[in-house]
C-alpha cells in the first residue's frame, strides 16, 4: 500500500523559505511522478509542482517558477520541495501526490496517492 507522509510546514516571514519533505513508502517508484498540490481556504486545490522520479525532469506553474525547487532523494524515497522568497499569497495547506507514469499531469484528478497535508503559512 502505497503511504506519502509530508512534513516541514510551519510558519514563515515573506520573504523566507521552507522545505517540504514528502516521504514515499509502500513500492518502488521509479516510474511514478510525484506531484505538490496546494489548497488556500475557500480555494480549489491547484498545481504546484511535480518531477519525474526516474530522471528528474521537473515542472512548476508559473507563479512559483525560480522560486521552488524540486528535488527527490532514491535511497530515501522522500521528494523535497525548497520553497524560497515566500509570498503570502502562498499560503495553503500543501499535499504531496504520486500517480504511476512519466506524464506530468496538472489535474489533481490524474493523481492516485495523496498525503495528509501540511499547512504552510506566511505572514506579511
Known amino acids: 500500500q502505497v503511504q506519502l507522509v509530508e512534513s516541514g510546514g510551519g510558519l514563515v516571514q515573506a520573504g523566507g523559505s521552507l522545505r517540504l519533505s514528502c516521504a514515499a513508502s509502500g513500492r518502488t517508484f521509479s516510474n511514478y511522478v510525484m506531484g505538490w498540490f496546494r489548497q488556500a481556504p475557500g480555494k480549489e486545490r491547484e498545481f504546484v509542482a511535480a518531477i519525474r522520479w526516474s530522471g528528474g525532469y521537473t515542472y512548476y506553474r508559473d507563479s512559483v517558477k525560480g522560486r521552488f525547487t524540486l528535488s527527490r532523494d532514491n535511497a530515501k524515497n522522500t521528494v523535497y520541495l525548497q520553497m524560497n522568497s515566500l509570498k503570502p499569497e502562498d499560503t495553503a495547506v500543501y499535499y504531496c501526490?504520486?500517480?504511476?507514469?512519466?506524464?506530468?499531469?496538472?489535474?489533481?484528478?490524474?493523481?492516485?496517492?495523496w498525503g495528509q497535508g501540511t499547512q504552510v503559512t506566511v505572514s506579511s
Open positions: 501526490a504520486g500517480r504511476r507514469g512519466t506524464y506530468i499531469y496538472e489535474g489533481h484528478d490524474e493523481y492516485d496517492y
